[in-house]
Nanobody, 119 residues
C-alpha cells in the first residue's frame, strides 16, 4: 500500500489549503484515515481522523477550522484547512489503517507535505 499526499504550500495567515492523500496498491480494505503533523522541534501530533463510518475526531487546536473527509471509491482522504494560523506550520502526514490482500492490518504513512503559514 502506497500513500501519495499533495496540496501543501505557502499561504498567508487566514488563508486556506486543501490536502489530499490517495492510497494505492493491492488494497483489500481501509479502516481509519487521518492526518498528523510535525512542526520543527516538536513531536508528531494528531490533527484529525475519520473512520470508515465517517466518524471524525479533531485536535482541539483545529476544531472549527479544519474538516476531514474521505472518498472511499478513490481511497482518498482530504483535509480542508481554513483560517490558517502561523502555528499550523508543519509537515503534514497522512495515515491509513489498511489491509492489503493476503496481509494483516497495518498503519501506513505518506511522505509528508509541507504547510507554511506566514504572518
Amino acid at each position: 500500500v502506497q500513500l501519495q499526499a499533495s496540496g501543501g504550500g505557502l499561504v498567508q495567515a487566514g488563508g486556506s489549503l486543501r490536502l489530499s492523500c490517495a492510497a494505492s496498491g493491492s488494497i483489500f480494505s481501509i479502516n481509519a484515515m487521518g492526518w498528523y503533523r510535525q512542526a520543527p522541534g516538536k513531536q508528531r501530533e494528531l490533527v484529525a481522523t475519520i473512520t470508515n463510518g465517517e466518524n471524525t475526531n479533531y485536535a482541539d487546536s483545529v476544531k472549527g477550522r479544519f474538516t476531514i473527509s474521505r472518498d472511499n471509491a478513490k481511497n482518498t482522504v482530504f483535509l480542508q484547512m481554513n483560517s490558517l494560523k502561523p502555528e499550523d506550520t508543519a509537515v503534514y502526514y497522512c495515515n491509513v489503517e489498511a489491509r492489503a490482500y493476503g496481509s494483516s492490518w497495518f498503519d501506513y504513512w505518506g511522505q509528508g507535505t509541507q504547510v507554511t503559514v506566514s504572518s
